[in-house]
Each structure stands twice: as C-alpha cells, then as structure tokens.
C-alpha cells in the first residue's frame, strides 16, 4: 500500500505528528470534558509525552496498519485534535476509525470534514472496502459526526466495555466502499 497521507481539506492538514506538538496534544488529551466518554485520559504530562513517543516511533514504519494523524488547523498553525484509521482485517479490508478534538473547537464542523478525508483517503487510496467506528451511546457529537460522513448504525451493544470503572453501551456505526460515492 502506497502511503495515503498527508491530507489537505479546506480548513485542516492531517499529517503525522511531530516532536513540538506535545504541548497541543496535551491541551485535549488532559481536558477531562474532552476525555470523559473516551476509553483513556484525562492524561497526565508524562502519558502525553508516552503516547507522543510511541506514536513518533511508530511513524517510521511503512506498511503499517494503523495510522494515526494530527488534525492541524491551517488558520492558526496549530494541532486540535486526531484521527487514526486502523486496518482490522487486512483480508476483507476493513478498518475502524476514531477521533478526538479539543473542546474549543466543538462545533465548527472540523471533525466532519477530517472524517470525510479520512474516509475518502480510506476507500479511493488504500482500497478499503469497509470501515466502521464506535461510540458510547450518550457521545452524541461524535455519532452525529458519524452520521454526517455517511455512516450507518448497524448495532447498539449493551454494556459491551468496562472503561473508567463502569460499564459502557456502544453504537457501531460502519460504511462500505460502494456506498461511499453516493455520501459524498
């Protein structure tokens, strides 16, 4: 596979992380509104600074088969959140995706639009043929954001994860390739 990123939509840049984005990757990553619903977090300096090693040591690998990319926004030169694709099953070509943002920029369609090039990237440069995401069920901006892309609900599992100590519903939302055309 031919590497499919960086990513340039109108408003943002999804490429790899680098060294000097700790201090925004920290902003989000340790906002416990930001984190509440997500299976980690809030971080602590020396989580952030873990992850950012792992990820930056991870990058110099190709082929790999997840993918994990910054979501910079153009206007202020600064990273707000991330998005990773993270191919499953390499047989059937199905991969999941997830996303976070930083609550300052809630609500200005950023995440749709890195979703949107994620998912595009995802079905007409690596010839995926289906990518699904989950949610729990009270993280309303982020299935709405799944919806917006184009996916469906396809399941509502009950009390399917134990994270942060209570137990968790989850929707699965997913997207095959031949209906992606007909979203966009």
């Known amino acids: 596979m031919t590497r499919w990123f960086p990513?340039?939509?109108p408003r943002l840049y999804l490429r790899e992380f680098h060294p000097t984005d700790e201090d925004d990757?920290?902003?989000?990553?340790s906002d416990p509104d930001v984190v509440r619903l997500m299976i980690w977090g809030p971080n602590t300096p020396e989580l952030t600074r873990a992850f950012l090693a792992r990820t930056l040591a991870e990058q110099k690998e190709w082929p790999r088969n997840s993918v994990g990319?910054?979501?910079?926004?153009?206007?202020e030169r600064r990273v707000i959140g991330s998005i990773g694709l993270r191919i499953?099953?390499?047989?059937?070509?199905?991969?999941?995706i997830g996303y976070v943002l930083a609550r300052r920029y809630w609500g200005r369609g950023y995440m749709p639009e890195a979703a949107r090039a994620i998912?595009?990237?995802?079905?007409?440069?690596?010839?995926l043929h289906r990518v699904w995401a989950t949610c729990d069920t009270r993280n309303g901006a982020s299935y709405r954001v799944m919806e917006k892309i184009g996916m469906r609900r396809e399941a509502h599992f009950l009390?399917?994860?134990l994270e942060k100590n209570?137990?968790?519903?989850?929707?699965?939302?997913?997207?095959?390739?031949e209906e992606w055309p007909a979203t966009r």
């Open 166 to 177: 209570e137990w968790r519903d989850s929707y699965l939302y997913a997207i095959l390739a």
């Open 25 to 29: 990757v920290h902003a989000y990553a």
């Open 159 to 161: 009390q399917n994860a």
């Open 88 to 96: 499953k099953d390499e047989p059937n070509r199905t991969a999941d």
């Open 69 to 75: 990319l910054a979501i910079e926004l153009k206007e």
């Open 7 to 9: 990513i340039d939509t």
């Open 119 to 127: 998912l595009d990237a995802a079905f007409r440069r690596a010839g």
